[in-house]
Structure formats: C-alpha cells, structure tokens
C-alpha cells in the first residue's frame, strides 16, 4: 500500500513538473491588442507576452496586409496570421486581418507592415509600424 502511494505521488509531482515546465516554455503571459490607431506609437510588453494586431482588410479588392519587417526577430516573432471574413454578405464587405507575436527576450523591435495587391509592383496604399519594447 505504501508503495503504491509512493509512486502515485511521484507520478503527480512529475506531471506537475512537465505543466510547469510547460507555461515557462509557451511564456502564458498577457496579451496586448493593437489596432490601425497604434500605427507610429510603441508599446511596452514583458518577455512571454503576446502582441495581436488587427487591420481592416478587403481581399476581394486583391489587397492585403503583408509584413514587411521585423528589426530585431530576437525580440519579437511572428506565431501567426490570419484573414477573417466579414460578418455580412454585402459585396465588397472589409474583414480584417490578424497578426499575432511573441515577446522573446528583452529589448526593441519594430514591426512594418504594409497593404497592396502583391501581384503589383507599386508602394503601399497603406503602412503600419509599431515599435515594442520588452521589458
């Protein structure tokens, strides 16, 4: 009975180690949301923690959001991008576009980012850029 004991308790104090190595490695800090209205601002984030930009975006025209850069991918990493649809079925309806990023260690990076049709080879129509310092 005693043994069995024993290794029931090593067995959750094993799995309480694998869960918290866990939430140290995926960071499971805040999450900073950002819009077209942060453009040229900065923002102060914590290593682990989580930027999510949303832009209006209207692919039916052909255009989209497209990251351009990011100074220091040390600091800051794209974990994802995603397109989602307007609500409505009105022709030509804007959606939007999320990009999400991970604070990785201390310092600065910018984020740029701008909207054209890809296929064409003219400037922007539209630009962001957001400074993140992490703390």
């Known amino acids: 009975m005693r043994r069995i004991l024993l290794i029931g308790f090593a067995l959750i104090l094993m799995a309480a180690i694998a869960v918290g ?3 140290a490695t995926t960071g499971g800090g805040k999450t900073i949301n950002a819009d077209a209205s942060y453009s040229g601002k900065q923002v102060e984030l914590s290593v682990g923690d989580s930027l999510v930009v949303t ?3 209207n692919v039916t025209t052909g255009y989209s959001w497209s990251l351009t850069g990011i ?3 040390s600091v800051l990493q794209k974990s994802g ?3 989602i649809a307007p609500k409505t079925n009105l022709m030509g309806a ?3 576009e999320v ?3 991970k604070a990785l260690k201390k310092g600065d990076s910018t984020i740029s980012m701008g909207y054209s049709r890809p ?3 003219t400037s922007p129509v539209e630009t962001f850029s957001l400074t993140i310092v992490v703390n």
């Open 21 to 23: 190595t866990m939430a």
């Open 55 to 57: 832009l209006a975006s």
């Open 71 to 73: 100074s220091d991918e």
């Open 81 to 83: 991008n995603q397109y």
């Open 94 to 96: 804007a959606g939007k």
């Open 99 to 101: 990009w999400t990023f």
């Open 119 to 121: 296929w064409e080879s």
